[in-house]
């Protein structure tokens, strides 16, 4: 029987249960759409990777040049993570949403998990990182002089990072590859043969899926605030005498979170509007990841202003010092315009449902908050790596601000390209929407009359 059309007031207001009815419709419109390579998109990939090379090269100039300077070294810190913030924290949505087991995320799913690529071109600007950090004797570490700390702890925090997201991603696209292995064709059908592990879709299998995706999903989060923390400390507050804050980590963290969802919404309109998959990103994804765009904007300024009102009434000279730095003196300009594109905006615009319910505010707000991320991290990050002197128990002098040179804007436009390369290939390979579980969830719903419109009634069998 034809479903019936569904009511809407503008294009805009699409619900997200307008693509293929069936689940065999649904898999075979999301395999061509995957198989299909364009002139567009072998275009993009020359140009992005010429980019990305040029981004080696500025990368290859900055090792050569050495690790003495710590300052030289700022903004690839700030680089590292903003990447970190952003493309490794952005796998945390599909996690979270299948662990509270809701159905409106799974056209997103694949769409959040393909981002822990990225995490593998993050650990070029890692490994150089570390040769940066001074030695630990006469400046506050967290690490008390454990043997190896803290390169050793840091490393083995950020590979198992990367490797857990990797096995996300390996696990979840198990049964879409083995799809791809029976319809694909060439190099692809080999790739996918090697991915799908043997998987047949037997009961057993499939069990051990949603069972190994709950322990890595779970291990996922885990390591990820750990990292934030470990690279909050390590690259940030312990390079700033004085700067002592415990609620700075779980800030950074938080950012992550944040970040993490304006990722996903601003991914799903681009997905939209140059991707061809405006059936599969509708007006129940926007809305629901928008009413986490403002929880996440208020405890960001929870988290601020619970480290800002501290030192600002305490008033000790290290501690007026360290907001000199980080706030209100060579980095004022990137701190305000963090404040008003991490809070501001995305507040005062998710406050308004008639907002929140729409495609366009909340993609506006995401914007708002990636590009206040970045102005963030540069302000952490640079100013803490332009600090010269780091023993003692304050600021002696606030280092002046620091601009970047051209071998900076080589490595950012080349690891920015990068990072949307390595995704555009990894989406190639692995379908960028998950067959099985848009499938699965067409086996759950169905729509049925209310009042005087539809509506998706979804079952849960869990």
Same mark, same amino acid.
Request: net charge positive.
């Given at each position: 029987?034809?479903?019936?059309?569904?009511?809407?007031?503008?294009?805009?207001?699409?619900? #997200?249960?307008?693509?293929?009815?069936?689940?065999?419709? /649904?898999? &075979?419109?999301?395999?061509?759409?995957?198989?299909?390579?364009? @002139?567009?998109?072998?275009?993009?990939?020359?140009?992005?990777?010429?980019?990305?090379?040029?981004?080696?090269?500025? *990368?290859?100039?900055?090792?050569?040049?050495?690790?003495?300077?710590?300052?030289? %070294?700022?903004?690839?810190?700030?680089?590292?993570?903003?990447?970190?913030?952003?493309?490794?924290?952005?796998?945390?949505?599909?996690?979270?949403?299948?662990?509270?087991?809701?159905?409106?995320?799974?056209?997103?799913?694949?769409?959040?998990?393909?981002?822990?690529?990225?995490? =593998?071109?993050?650990?070029?600007?890692?490994?150089?990182?570390?040769?940066?950090?001074?030695?630990?004797?006469?400046?506050?570490?967290?690490?008390?002089?454990?043997?190896? #700390?803290?390169?050793?702890?840091?490393?083995?925090?950020?590979?198992?990072? +990367?490797?857990?997201?990797?096995?996300?991603?390996?696990?979840?696209?198990?049964?879409?590859?083995?799809?791809?292995?029976?319809?694909?064709?060439?190099?692809?059908?080999? =790739?996918?043969?090697?991915? #799908?592990?043997?998987? +047949?879709? #037997?009961?057993?299998?499939?069990?051990?899926?949603?069972?190994?995706?709950?322990?890595?999903?779970? *291990?996922?989060?885990?390591?990820?605030?750990?990292?934030?923390?470990?690279?909050?400390?390590?690259?940030?507050?312990? *390079?700033?005498?004085?700067?002592?804050?415990?609620?700075?980590?779980?800030?950074?963290?938080?950012?992550? *979170?944040? @970040?993490?969802?304006?990722?996903?919404?601003?991914?799903?309109?681009?997905?939209? /509007?140059?991707?061809?998959?405006?059936?599969?990103?509708?007006? !129940?994804?926007?809305?629901?990841?928008?009413?986490?765009?403002?929880?996440?904007?208020?405890? %960001?300024?929870?988290?601020?202003?619970?480290?800002?009102?501290?030192? %600002?009434?305490?008033? /000790?000279?290290?501690?007026?010092?360290?907001?000199?730095? =980080?706030?209100?003196?060579?980095?004022?300009?990137?701190?305000?315009?963090?404040?008003?594109?991490?809070?501001?905006?995305?507040?005062?615009?998710?406050?308004?449902?008639?907002?929140?319910?729409?495609?366009?505010?909340?993609?506006?707000?995401?914007?708002?908050?990636?590009?206040?991320?970045?102005?963030?991290?540069?302000?952490?990050?640079?100013?803490?790596? $332009?600090?010269?002197?780091?023993?003692?128990?304050?600021?002696?002098?606030?280092?002046?601000?620091?601009?970047?040179?051209?071998? !900076?804007?080589?490595?950012?436009?080349?690891?920015?390209?990068? $990072?949307?390369?390595?995704?555009?290939?990894?989406? &190639?390979?692995?379908? =960028?929407?998950?067959?099985?579980?848009?499938?699965?969830?067409?086996?759950?719903?169905?729509?049925?009359?209310?009042?005087?419109?539809?509506? /998706?009634?979804?079952?849960?069998?869990?």
């Amino acid at each position: 029987m034809q479903r019936p059309h569904l009511r809407r007031t503008s294009r805009e207001h699409e619900l #997200s249960f307008a693509f293929p009815d069936t689940p065999a419709e /649904a898999g &075979k419109d999301i395999l061509s759409r995957h198989l299909r390579l364009t @002139s567009r998109f072998w275009k993009a990939f020359w140009v992005l990777l010429l980019l990305f090379g040029v981004g080696l090269l500025g *990368l290859a100039l900055r090792i050569l040049g050495g690790f003495d300077d710590r300052a030289a %070294w700022g903004y690839e810190a700030a680089l590292f993570a903003y990447l970190l913030t952003t493309a490794q924290s952005a796998p945390l949505v599909s996690i979270a949403m299948r662990i509270v087991r809701n159905h409106w995320r799974r056209p997103l799913a694949r769409l959040s998990e393909v981002f822990a690529v990225v995490g =593998i071109l993050n650990l070029l600007l890692f490994f150089p990182l570390l040769m940066t950090l001074p030695p630990q004797e006469g400046r506050k570490s967290m690490w008390f002089g454990w043997p190896g #700390s803290p390169h050793i702890y840091d490393s083995l925090a950020i590979i198992f990072l +990367v490797l857990c997201g990797l096995a996300i991603l390996l696990f979840t696209s198990m049964p879409d590859m083995a799809v791809l292995r029976e319809q694909a064709s060439g190099r692809l059908k080999g =790739i996918a043969r090697r991915l #799908s592990l043997g998987w +047949v879709g #037997s009961g057993r299998e499939w069990k051990k899926l949603n069972l190994g995706l709950g322990y890595l999903g779970a *291990l996922y989060f885990i390591l990820l605030i750990g990292v934030h923390a470990l690279v909050s400390m390590d690259f940030a507050m312990s *390079l700033v005498p004085g700067w002592i804050d415990s609620i700075f980590p779980a800030f950074h963290a938080l950012s992550g *979170l944040q @970040s993490a969802v304006a990722t996903i919404i601003f991914s799903m309109f681009l997905m939209r /509007a140059i991707g061809g998959y405006r059936e599969y990103f509708g007006l !129940d994804q926007f809305w629901a990841l928008s009413k986490l765009l403002l929880a996440f904007s208020l405890l %960001w300024f929870y988290f601020w202003w619970s480290t800002f009102w501290v030192y %600002w009434y305490g008033r /000790a000279p290290s501690e007026v010092s360290v907001l000199k730095l =980080i706030m209100f003196g060579p980095y004022a300009v990137p701190f305000f315009l963090s404040f008003g594109l991490n809070f501001v905006v995305p507040f005062g615009l998710m406050l308004w449902n008639v907002a929140r319910r729409s495609i366009k505010w909340p993609t506006i707000a995401a914007a708002s908050i990636l590009v206040g991320t970045f102005f963030d991290r540069i302000r952490l990050y640079v100013s803490a790596f $332009s600090v010269e002197d780091v023993t003692g128990h304050a600021l002696e002098s606030i280092p002046a601000t620091h601009f970047p040179d051209l071998i !900076d804007v080589l490595i950012y436009v080349g690891f920015f390209s990068g $990072s949307i390369l390595m995704y555009m290939v990894a989406s &190639k390979v692995v379908p =960028i929407i998950s067959m099985w579980e848009v499938k699965e969830w067409l086996r759950l719903r169905v729509v049925r009359t209310f009042l005087r419109t539809e509506v /998706a009634v979804v079952a849960k069998p869990e």
